[in-house]
């Protein structure tokens, strides 16, 4: 009986951005499990912060920088830290996520995930602008008035609350997180940033 590995991230958490090659990795090491049809993989959005106009308050961004730094040191994770002078920071992750769910409708999601994680991180642009998703989305070959109308769609919907509930309901509540789901049961993977291979191992224990 096949399985289901859930990822749940958001494109601008930088614990996301540090796991993002481990992820790559991994994905790409049981890619013959999902050709065979004994595995599936679909992603969650986390939803880190709601919508907001507001400037993000000073003590926020201390910490955010803060965080940056200790992932530097821990995980060797590149960070452009330009961004907190060239940028107006706001605490608001939802737009990033709705542009996922847009690029999913077209097959598109980790594609428009990376673009945003290039922007924010490594070209100090930032994700919470309309103006910053948009050329993400022109990068990925996507039609501006389609990106725009899909995100006014998913805004409407309520899609990523939804999505955000779902992955609340199942323990995701960290970023990022996995889960094998097995026959109704579901079990948590460990997460490790600099080495895939305890959680392919943890996979292919869990498929047996």
Request: hydrophobic residues 40%; aromatic residues 10%; contains cysteine.
């Amino acid at each position: 009986m096949s399985a289901t590995l859930i990822y749940c991230y958001d494109p601008m958490c930088s614990w996301c951005w540090a796991f993002a090659p481990t992820w790559k990795s991994l994905t790409s090491e049981i890619q013959t499990l999902v050709e065979k049809g004994d595995l599936k993989i679909i992603y969650l959005l986390g939803g880190l912060a709601v919508d907001s106009d507001l400037p993000m308050p000073e003590p926020m961004q201390e910490k955010l920088q803060a965080i940056w730094k200790h992932i530097e040191t821990e995980v060797g994770t590149e960070f452009n830290h330009d961004f907190w002078q060239s940028c107006q920071p706001r605490r608001s992750t939802y737009p990033a996520c709705r542009a996922c769910l847009v690029a999913r409708s077209v097959e598109l999601e980790t594609k428009m995930a990376e673009r945003i994680q290039h922007a924010y991180y490594l070209h100090a642009k930032n994700p919470s602008d309309i103006s910053t998703l948009v050329a993400c989305a022109k990068e990925i070959g996507m039609e501006e008035e389609h990106f725009l109308a899909g995100m006014d769609q998913v805004k409407q919907s309520q899609k990523l609350e939804k999505e955000i509930h779902q992955a609340r309901q199942l323990g995701l509540n960290s970023f990022p997180s996995i889960a094998l789901l097995k026959q109704n049961q579901l079990s948590h993977i460990p997460i490790h940033y600099n080495d895939y291979i305890p959680m392919y191992e943890h996979i292919i224990k869990s498929l047996k």
